[in-house]
């Protein structure tokens, strides 16, 4: 899951071409983690086909957990157990993504005991997730933003009809299906909904027709979480709420237009400030 400050699961396969013993102590270390934060003691999950890796490996102390630290996790083989040569050992844990945009680290592992193995690098999927590039590639990180936030309007006088044209776009795929994630090991997503802030100075039923603008479908897209082309108002906080509509989708870097008719206040305004946010795939503020 490639997004700021949220809980991410990593998934890790090893196999070695030798027997690694816990008889012997045997260590194996995987390096490069330290943006990220977990405890100091990592629960290790299991995995379909992972051969057991989950309950391969201690703390230390407790069978089924790795030690954290300094941006390492430590993985003890069991004094009872064995990694057999040839046989690949798969576990996830999870852990919480840094704060702030990053590429994927360069991950290395090594090992002690039967055989000293020193660091080599790990290989990486590479994989677009949710729209992010190489966003399967371990602590591979966006901040979620709406890069492209504009809205215009057509006529500045009072008391008279005007249209209010929006451009959205985002630095991920915003999705209104819901994402599960495997073995539900991280919360759901629900479908993502949008909220623009601080439309003051009209009144609006409380659904809002949206006009498709450039052909971008947002007529289908987005909804009043009950028909496909219109929005829910609220007159409270002057705000519009857009639901995204079961399989629908906001692609990264793909501009979304459309407006809406409303009718100018009586009384001169400055502009109000209006902001915008997101919930779903990611929360998006600001």
């Not at 819901?178 to 949008?194: A, Q, T």
């Not at 001169?268 to 929360?283: C, D, E």
């Amino acid at each position: 899951y490639p997004f700021a400050s949220e809980v991410n699961l990593i998934t890790v396969s090893l196999s070695l071409n030798f027997d690694l013993l816990g008889l012997d102590s045997s260590c194996i270390t995987i390096n490069g983690l330290g943006s990220a934060t977990a405890p100091n003691s990592v629960a290790l999950l299991p995995v379909t086909g992972g051969n057991s890796g989950d309950t391969l490996f201690t703390d230390g102390n407790t069978a089924g957990y790795g030690s954290f630290g300094n941006g390492s996790l430590k993985l003890f083989i069991s004094p009872a157990s064995n990694m057999v040569h040839q046989t690949t050992y798969a576990f996830s844990f999870k852990l919480t993504n840094p704060a702030t945009d990053q590429n994927s680290p360069i991950l290395n592992v090594s090992l002690t005991g039967t055989v000293g193995v020193k660091p080599s690098d790990m290989t990486t999927p590479n994989n677009l997730v949710l729209g992010v590039l190489n966003g399967s590639n371990p602590l591979r990180v966006v901040v979620p933003t709406f890069t492209v936030k504009i809205m215009n309007q057509t006529e500045p006088a009072v008391n008279m009809a005007n249209v209010l044209t929006m451009v959205l776009e985002v630095n991920f795929d915003m999705l209104g299906s819901i994402v599960d994630f495997p073995n539900g090991y991280l919360v759901s997503r629900n479908r993502s909904r949008i909220f623009i802030y601080g439309i003051a100075g009209v009144s609006l039923p409380l659904s809002v027709q949206l006009v498709d603008f450039g052909g971008s479908g947002v007529n289908v897209m987005f909804s009043n979480s009950t028909i496909a082309g219109w929005g829910l108002w609220t007159q409270t906080d002057s705000s519009l709420t857009l639901d995204l509509v079961d399989g629908s989708a906001l692609r990264n870097g793909l501009p979304y237009y459309f407006s809406i008719r409303v009718q100018n206040p009586a009384l001169p305004q400055s502009a109000p400030s209006i902001s915008i946010s997101a919930t779903g795939t990611a929360t998006v503020t600001g």
